[in-house]
């Protein structure tokens, strides 16, 4: 199946500072789909990429669909506590059959 | 509006039983996906299902199967129960399988210990 690489694992960071991460995929993805998931709860969808190069916001989260198509990009300016938690890339693979990533943990000192 | 709701929260089962669990979807979505996740992982794509047909399937045993109503929800069955499929199992719901129509929303899942 396909592997979607997500770096870096995890990321310690204070409250304020500006986070980046990333996914990379050796196959061609048509969508890209950002999720964050806290303990226990299931994954929340925050931003969903269509188009190779697209830059898309959701407040102060922007992610990227890299030229390649192979790869996406995830930032969050101005980091709070309430960012904590796990954040997964994902993107369907023939349309129908969904690949996650390993997911990169966030934690953030206040 | 209701999101996409799974029950039971939490199930023990023994090694060999057989378990279903069961999902909702968001209403107006026709979609349904289900995913194993263990701890430290992200999910495992297991099934998706549209319209009552199964149309995508990820790399799991037989010992799985899903099936999806005429009012769109669906149950995921797992027979002869191992250790190893304890995990949380999630469900997720889709306006479709077509681009732009296949953004998964997500239950809170459902925690399946095997002892």
């Known amino acids: 199946g396909q592997q979607l690489n997500q770096s870096p694992q995890s990321m310690f960071i204070q409250e304020g500072e500006d986070v980046s991460m990333n996914c990379t995929s050796s196959?061609?993805?048509?969508?890209w789909l950002w999720y964050k998931q806290d303990p226990g709860e299931g994954p929340v969808l925050l931003i969903a990429?269509?188009?190779?190069?697209e830059l898309t916001s959701n407040g102060r989260l922007t992610a990227q669909f890299g030229i390649t198509r192979k790869d996406s990009f995830l930032n969050i300016s101005a980091s709070i506590p309430s960012d904590v938690g796990i954040y997964f890339c994902?993107?369907?693979?023939?349309?129908?059959?969904?690949?996650f990533g390993s997911g990169t943990k966030l934690n953030v000192k206040p | 509006d209701a999101g996409v709701t799974q029950s039971p929260t939490h199930l023990i089962k023994t090694r060999g039983q057989q378990v279903t669990l069961r999902c909702s979807p968001i209403?107006?979505?026709?979609?349904v996906s289900w995913y194993q996740q263990v701890l430290g992982q992200g999910p495992q794509f297991i099934f998706q299902?549209?319209?009552?047909?199964?149309?995508g399937r990820g790399n799991f045993p037989d010992r799985f199967s899903a099936r999806q109503f005429p009012n769109y929800s669906s149950e995921l069955n797992v027979n002869a129960l191992l250790l190893g499929d304890s995990a949380l199992y999630l469900c997720?719901?889709?306006?479709?399988?077509?681009?732009?129509?296949?953004?998964?929303?997500f239950g809170p899942g459902t925690r399946l210990t095997v002892l």
């Open positions: 997720a719901s889709s306006r479709g399988t077509g681009l732009h129509e296949n953004e998964q929303f």
């Open positions: 196959s061609i993805f048509n969508t």
């Open positions: 990429l269509y188009k190779a190069g």
């Open positions: 994902a993107g369907p693979y023939n349309f129908n059959k969904f690949y």
């Open positions: 209403s107006g979505h026709k979609s």
């Open positions: 299902y549209y319209e009552k047909e199964e149309r």
